[in-house]
Each structure stands twice: as C-alpha cells, then as structure tokens.
C-alpha cells in the first residue's frame, strides 16, 4: 500500500520565479493537506483540499494556490519566490473529517536562490 | 494567538531509560491532540493521537497523557531505543480551528549509549 508521495524531492529556484510541488495521498485517502516547515520549527498549514475544492486556508498570501484532480492528487503553486519561502514543503493526506490520522509524505525541499 | 508549544527543545535520555516530552497548549476548544516523529531528512510519522475525552492512552512503548486542567500533555516513551532519536511534535485540532493541525516547535530527543 503507497503511503504519501511528493514530488520531486529537492527543488533549487530563483527568486521571482514560479514552482509547482505535487503529491499523490495515501490509497483510500480522500484530502490533502499543504504545510511549510521552515527548518527547527514545527509545520505551518497552508490549505487543504477536498473535493477538488479549498476547504480551509492557514495564512499564507495569494502567491501559494493549489489545486485537487479527481483522482485526489493535488499540487501546490508559488508564484514570485522570495527568498523566505525557502522551507521543506510537506503534504499530508487523510480521509474527509476533523479527527483522522494525517500520514505524510517525505517532503520537497525547496530552496529560493 | 493561541499555539501548542513545548517546554523543552532538547531532551537527552539514557538508552535503556523512559523519555518523557512534555507540550503546554493554549486553546481550550481544541478536542483532538496528536504527537508526531521526525527523523532527520522525513516526513513526520504518526505515533498516538488521544481525543479530549480521554486522560490516558497507551501505545506500544508510548503512553499520552493529557491533563485538561492544566492544559497539559506528555508523552512517555518507555525503554528509550537509539531509533527514537528524532524530533517530537504536538499537534492539537481544535474545533474552531476547523481543519487544520497547529503545531509546536518540537522537542529534539537525544539518545546517550
């Protein structure tokens, strides 16, 4: 059974530029949820997604959007890069209600030059 | 605003011996509470989650407390293991924070041979 897998794994961008991170969830799992984890600290929600829709947003500016496929993948957009942005990129996958279990993927870890 | 935070950022345990991480939580509305495991370069893992109704559960080798009144909870790992070396995250879920986990900072568990 494939846990959570995020793509690609390292990622090295310039400042302005754009970058798309995807993630396929868990088999059976329905939503997927984007955090930033800046190194030493704990994960900060971005968005989750259910449905093909955004059902929740952290605060985090318009620059990061996301987007759900039928099949319950999801990407995760940032536009105009900023050095700070530069963080490890983590999805978590679980099934539709408050209180489930999240598995999580590897992480991508992105680095704004 | 209100966060899950942790007393200690490192705590280093003797191999053999019973580790204890202990996570102070402000949000009173939060019903459902999670502590996570991340090794160095990967995703957080899933140890034991407790819910609001319950002051004890035990895993293998893990045991939650939670302590409602003094919003409180811990987290015992007996007979600490060099595996257990990683940093320990709560998270809390809290009913008017809809979907999403708030985390702390994390506790960085050291093990001594």
């Known amino acids: 059974d494939a846990g959570v897998t995020q793509s690609p794994t390292h990622l090295i961008k310039t400042r302005g530029q754009q970058v798309t991170l995807r993630c396929s969830p868990k088999?059976?799992?329905?939503?997927v949820s984007w955090y930033q984890q800046a190194l030493g600290q704990g994960p900060q929600f971005i968005f989750q997604?259910?449905?093909?829709?955004?059902?929740q947003r952290g605060n985090f500016p318009d620059r990061f959007s996301g987007h759900q496929f039928p099949n319950y993948s999801s990407e995760l957009n940032v536009n105009a890069l900023l050095l700070g942005d530069s963080a490890l990129y983590l999805c978590?996958?679980?099934?539709?209600?408050?209180?489930?279990?999240?598995?999580f993927g590897q992480g991508t870890r992105l680095t704004v030059v | 605003g209100e966060s899950v935070g942790l007393h200690l950022p490192t705590l280093s345990v003797q191999e053999g011996d019973n580790s204890i991480i202990n996570c102070a939580y402000s949000n009173s509305a939060s019903d459902y509470f999670i502590w996570y495991k991340q090794e160095s370069g990967k995703g957080p893992q899933f140890i034991i989650d407790i819910r609001s109704n319950m002051d004890k559960r035990q895993g293998q080798r893990v045991t939650v407390l939670l302590n409602k009144t003094v919003k409180h909870l811990s987290l015992q790992i007996a007979a600490t293991q060099p595996g257990d070396s990683a940093v320990y995250f709560c998270a809390e879920r809290g009913v008017d924070s809809n979907y999403q986990l708030i985390w702390g900072a994390g506790t960085k568990l050291i093990i001594k041979p």
């Open positions: 997604y259910y449905e093909e829709e955004e059902r």
């Open positions: 088999s059976g799992h329905d939503t």
């Open positions: 978590a996958s679980s099934l539709v209600g408050m209180n489930t279990e999240a598995f």
